[in-house]
């Protein structure tokens, strides 16, 4: 009963229709032929290569790395640091950008000084951080905020600038509240650009992150690949870079996929 529950609830079908996927097969090709490529040349020392470690040295040394409490405690880290500081972001910007997109006196008034803030690379916050405020963990988490707080507010105020005024107005004439044409009119226009303002504040803050790891940290997938760095472990730079690279691609995955669930009229196929 149970197994029979678990089966109809669990699309098999599905599943391996997405295995199968000509666009899966495509990318696993992809992946093979560069992994191929990147050997064959260490084996014959091109050298646009250079000292770059080789696939089966990276993949011996990403075998003891699994096995490691360190690396996964690294992974741990770095990962509470964008959750908190990521978060935080959305909770403060997305309203300040709703706000500043749908109220002009609200935007004449904060935008000048958003705009004065904004080009500031988050980079660039990392030593005043760390000299204001009392730990590196709350630097950390700050300019894991500005990372994600810039880009957000910057889209959100895009979206709801672009809405088609007549949509407003058809509201209006059929009698609907502010408040109905906020949730019905303005929040779903401005979906589309709140998850694109997240998705590009999310690759944003995993570049903040690891910086500031190597600056003002101990831990963390930045710290473990500026150690080995200094240690002169090549194969280990290569891991601490394809572990960000994963870690990037799956937070941003989930925010599309939570995206495509919040706005499905988005969808073509």
């Known amino acids: 009963m149970t197994t029979a529950v678990l089966a109809q609830g669990f699309n098999w079908t599905r599943c391996r229709r997405k295995i ?11 992946i ?3 992994t191929l490529v990147w050997e064959l ?6 050298p646009i290569i250079g000292n770059v470690p080789s696939p089966s040295s990276v993949l011996a040394a990403l075998g003891r790395q699994l096995v490691s409490q360190e690396y996964w405690l690294s992974w741990r880290d770095s990962c509470l640091r964008i959750l908190s500081g990521f978060v935080l972001a959305q909770v403060l910007g997305i ?16 935008y000048p000084v958003f705009e004065i803030m904004r080009p500031i690379p988050p980079l ?10 009392p730990t590196s963990e709350m630097s950390m988490m700050f300019v894991v905020f500005l990372g994600g707080f810039f880009t957000v507010v910057l889209n959100i105020v895009g979206g709801a600038r672009s ?7 058809a509201a209006h004439s059929l009698g609907s509240s502010r408040s109905d044409i906020f949730w019905r009119v303005m929040l779903p226009a401005t979906l589309p650009s709140i998850v694109v303002g997240m998705t590009v504040g999310m690759g944003i803050t995993w570049a903040v992150v690891v910086a500031a790891e ?16 200094v240690a002169g472990e090549y194969p280990l730079i290569v891991i601490g870079m394809m572990s960000i690279g994963i870690a990037g691609y799956m937070s941003s995955a989930l925010i599309r996929f939570i995206g495509s669930r919040l706005t499905p009229w988005l969808r073509v196929f």
Request: net charge positive; glycine share 8%; with cysteine.
């Open 95 to 110: 309203p300040l950008g709703l706000l500043m997109g749908m109220n002009r006196t609200a935007r004449e008034l904060i």
């Open 214 to 229: 190597m600056i003002a940290s101990r831990s963390g997938l930045g710290f473990l690949t500026w150690r080995a760095y």
């Open 124 to 133: 660039a916050w990392v030593p005043a951080s760390v000299i204001f405020w």
């Open 20 to 30: 199968a996927n000509i666009s899966t097969a495509r990318g696993i090709a992809a």
């Open 163 to 169: 809405i088609d005024i007549r949509y407003i107005r």
């Open 41 to 46: 040349c260490t084996w014959l020392h091109v």
């Open 32 to 34: 093979v032929v560069f």
